[in-house]
């Protein structure tokens, strides 16, 4: 278990570092006057009217960097910092999740994948702990049980990595938007992209770390089984 442990640690601290980061550059940025004074709302209200979406409603949300689309409610959900603000990094976020509305308008292929791997992914979530634990214990007397506990862990793994095209063309329709619509100049259209990708790097650093541990437990039952 220690190389599980070391996979985890390092991961875990690369994390804490991007997230730390991502913060900082969001406080950094929310400093930032975007030039026509609008707000998160604004923004997102506009960019859903640009792309003629009018079912999507855009909702005040508590807490911090806790935005997000829900595609179930059709509401673009933004924390109170970014529905308020006038800032380049309200903008950015509002845009961002306002991309996802999009997607869902358009059907954009890994979003609707995405969506009907949720339930999967939930019931693996739920389990793959308890089932690799106990497929370790067992791994002499009953090594189908780790492999089940393999398998669960692949669904969150293939999850991750079908979460990274989503994000980065959300983002990607964000900066495009932001820049046609003259929400963003040449001053504030470089912090707006910076905030987005790295906002995007914990994605990244979640999907490898989730497969670095699969691969860890995939090692485990490789070398148990050929006892």
């Known amino acids: 278990m ?10 875990a601290l690369l994390s804490w570092i991007i997230s730390a980061r991502l913060q900082s550059k969001f406080k950094k940025y929310s400093k930032i006057p975007i030039p026509n004074g609008m707000t998160g709302r604004d923004v997102a209200e506009k960019m859903l009217r640009d792309h003629g979406i009018y079912d999507v409603k855009v909702i005040s949300t508590a807490g911090q960097l806790t935005d997000h689309y829900n595609p179930l409610t059709k509401t673009v959900n933004l924390s109170e910092g970014v529905y308020e603000s ?42 793959m702990q308890w089932v690799l634990l106990a497929g370790i214990l067992l791994l002499n007397s009953f090594p189908q049980l780790l ?17 990274l095209p989503v994000e980065i063309n959300a983002s990607s329709r964000a900066l495009a938007w932001l820049s046609n619509a003259g929400i963003t100049n040449y001053s504030t259209h470089e912090p707006a992209k910076d905030a987005l990708k790295t906002a995007a790097y914990t994605y990244v650093v979640a999907a490898l770390g989730s497969l670095a541990t699969l691969v860890y437990y995939i090692l485990i039952y490789l070398g148990g089984s050929r006892r």
């Not at 793994?157 to 979460?163: A, E, G």
């Open 147 to 163: 492999l089940a506990g393999i398998v669960l862990f692949a669904v969150t793994t293939i999850f991750s990595f079908v979460t």
């Open 2 to 11: 220690l190389g599980s442990y070391i996979i985890f640690g390092v991961f």
């Open 86 to 127: 006038c800032s380049v990094s309200a903008a950015a976020v509002a845009a961002h999740e306002c991309g996802h509305a999009v997607q869902h308008a358009t059907a954009y292929a890994p979003l609707t994948l995405r969506s009907q791997l949720v339930p999967v992914v939930s019931f693996a979530s739920n389990w």
